[in-house]
């Protein structure tokens, strides 16, 4: 893997990503909102000996992001997207349900560009008979959030999204990888309100999609009582399920 695309760069977790990855011999794609971030990242993922480029668009544009990704590939192959790029959020104090403006950027965010943009790359790495795609979804996914649905429902259905896409593209070469952290680390999960058990690192969950990457895992959950609290949702009845996650919310939303 020579050409890695990485979204949601200038972000904690996609600057892990980049430095987890910078090496010689390796071009990295590096797209992100915010410039200045891009450009530091860049200098040091550049200090690390590999080759970068940068994109600073908004996700929120899906169209132009498509035709980014297109120009990207057709100007060197891509052989790794990792699709890093999100938003969370929660329910505003005092409201009753999410704000519906909210509940769309969520959707756009963190469903329907990365789900698009995964469709565009995976189509022109099944043409070549190769290629890996990497979405990174939540924990978050598995659960009936009442204080984050728009959070909960866009992830859950990257993730439904994640494994048909890999079922329809393993027999043309391309691999398809589903990354469901629990906490990371960074300054998007600290204006985050709540306790934060069981949190990874950005490079300790970078080190860890790395690795499932390579391994050309389907699915892999971070930290293990995430997978496990996975199956304890299905488990329970719907009513005591219900009362817990709402014990969950955070005091005053």
């Known amino acids: 893997m020579n050409r890695i695309l990485i979204t949601g760069a200038s972000g904690g977790l996609g600057t892990a990503l980049a430095r987890e990855y910078a090496a010689p011999g390796r071009t990295l794609l590096l797209w992100g909102r915010d410039r200045d971030r891009l450009e530091s990242v860049a200098a040091t993922s550049r200090a ?26 057709a100007a060197g192959t891509i052989d790794l997207a990792i699709f890093a790029a999100g938003l969370g959020d929660i329910r505003a104090p005092g409201a009753h349900v999410e704000d519906a403006g909210q509940v769309a950027r969520l959707g756009i965010v963190n469903f329907v560009a990365p789900a698009a943009l995964a469709s565009a790359i995976a189509a022109r790495m099944a043409r070549r008979g190769r290629g890996q795609v990497v979405l990174v ?19 859950a259905g990257l993730a439904r999204f994640a494994d048909a896409l890999r079922i329809g593209a393993r027999g043309h070469g391309v691999s398809v990888t589903l990354v469901s952290p629990g906490f990371i680390d ?41 997978a496990g609290l996975r199956w304890f949702d299905r488990l329970l009845p719907r009513s005591l399920r ?12």
């Not at 009362?243 to 005091?251: G, Q, Y």
């Open 48 to 73: 690390a000996g590999a080759v970068v480029a940068i994109r600073s668009l908004d996700l929120t544009d899906v169209a132009a992001a498509i035709a980014a990704i297109e120009a990207d590939d």
């Open 137 to 155: 979804g939540s924990a978050a996914a598995f659960h009936a959030l009442p204080f984050a649905s728009g959070y909960a429902g866009s992830k």
């Open 186 to 226: 960074t300054a998007a999960a600290h204006a985050t309100p709540g306790p934060k058990p069981f949190s990874l690192s950005p490079a300790q969950a970078a080190a860890r999609i790395a690795a499932a990457a390579a391994q050309g895992r389907a699915h892999v959950v971070m930290r293990w009582p995430f």
């Open 242 to 253: 219900d009362r817990l996650l709402r014990a969950l919310t955070p005091p005053g939303h």
